[in-house]
């Protein structure tokens, strides 16, 4: 039977997610509605994406007895209480990244999705990614040695979009774009914390974060650093370096399709899209749509891929980065 989708919020990436599930054969993936702020938008959104139901609020998307798992596709400061709506209202998430603002939200959804026995998972897309599951495999048979250093800068001009430099709106360098290579940082390190983490960074007028600089360290003298930058345009790679060799994810590090290990390259071709999409390589949504699916078969509540305490643990250290950086945004000071 396929997995039945709702899709809250009918925005540039809740186009792209559903345009990837399209790439996923019918019988699996479903969307059946889609609600939006306003009526005519969600109206909109399901006939272009021939969606059955549309509905102008969330809550009647929440009530929907005919879904199995709902996409958030809102903007970060909304996360938090769009997540509880459906978790409350005993739907499965899955939820945009960053799953909340900080921690103490994080923790909230969390807590919500265990307390009503329902599956949540950040939708950090870049972890289900072929590339990704390469990566974990290479590491695991050991085929780097013991992995001393990992580095990813993820860098482009978003300067005239109002999402990322107003601060009510979630803005900032850090939580919408640093999140990328941070997160590889912890998958490659397996979710360890890190015992030091450094970070500089400079700030706009409006107080959110342009570009930061992040060194982490880790147990037996291992290290990682990042730079973000919603200033200026980055090379957009990451290197992964062992004692007996080297990964390189080439441009783009967020949603590869290309893998260089020891200077051997290999193609990871994806999905073609039935419609334009907004953002780069965004039929790789796919994948952690599947990974959404097989997790409701097995009666999953959380991924092992991507966890709670994975969610949890960049949280955390986003939390550090931003108060060593300066940026304080109102849901830090509830």
């Known amino acids: 039977m396929a997995t039945r989708w709702g899709i809250c ?102 807590d919500s999705a265990k307390k009503n026995n329902v599956f949540l998972m950040e939708a950090v897309w870049t972890r289900f990614f072929p590339v990704s599951v390469e990566i974990r495999r290479l590491l695991a048979h050991g085929e780097l040695g013991e992995v001393k250093m990992v580095r990813s800068e993820f860098g482009v001009s978003m300067m005239d979009v109002p999402r990322a430099t107003q601060k009510e709106l979630g803005g900032g360098a850090l939580l919408d774009i640093g999140i990328y290579c941070l997160q ?32 982490l360290k880790f147990s037996k003298n291992r290290m990682a650093t990042f730079t973000c930058s919603m200033g200026v345009q980055l090379p957009n790679e990451a290197i992964i370096a062992g004692t007996k060799g080297t990964i390189k994810v080439p441009f783009p590090m967020w949603c590869p399709t290309s893998l260089v290990v020891n200077g051997k390259e290999t193609q990871f071709p994806l999905a073609e899209p039935s419609l334009p999409l907004n953002f780069l390589n965004s039929t790789g949504m796919r994948y952690e749509a599947e990974e959404v699916r097989q997790c409701l078969l097995k009666g999953l509540q959380e991924s092992a891929v991507m966890s709670h305490a994975d969610s949890l643990l960049l949280a955390e250290v986003e939390d550090e980065i931003r108060r060593q950086v300066g940026v304080v945004y109102s849901q830090d000071c509830q």
Request: aromatic share 6%.
């Open 184 to 215: 590889l940082v912890c998958m490659v390190y397996n979710g360890e914390k890190p015992e030091s983490i450094q970070a500089t960074g400079v700030c706009l007028e409006t107080g959110v974060d342009e570009a930061v600089i992040v060194s």
């Open 9 to 110: 919020s009918a925005g540039k990436i809740s186009h792209d997610f559903t345009v990837a599930l399209k790439t996923l054969p019918a019988e699996d993936h479903q969307v059946v509605a889609v609600a939006a702020r306003k009526l005519e938008d969600a109206q909109e959104f399901a006939n272009k994406h021939g969606i059955p139901r549309s509905y102008g609020s969330y809550e009647e998307l929440a009530t929907d007895p005919n879904i199995d798992v709902v996409y958030i596709g809102v903007i970060h400061p909304y996360h938090l209480k769009t997540c509880l709506l459906f978790t409350n209202a005993k739907k499965n998430v899955l939820c945009e990244k960053p799953l909340a603002m900080n921690t103490r939200e994080v923790k909230e959804i969390l």
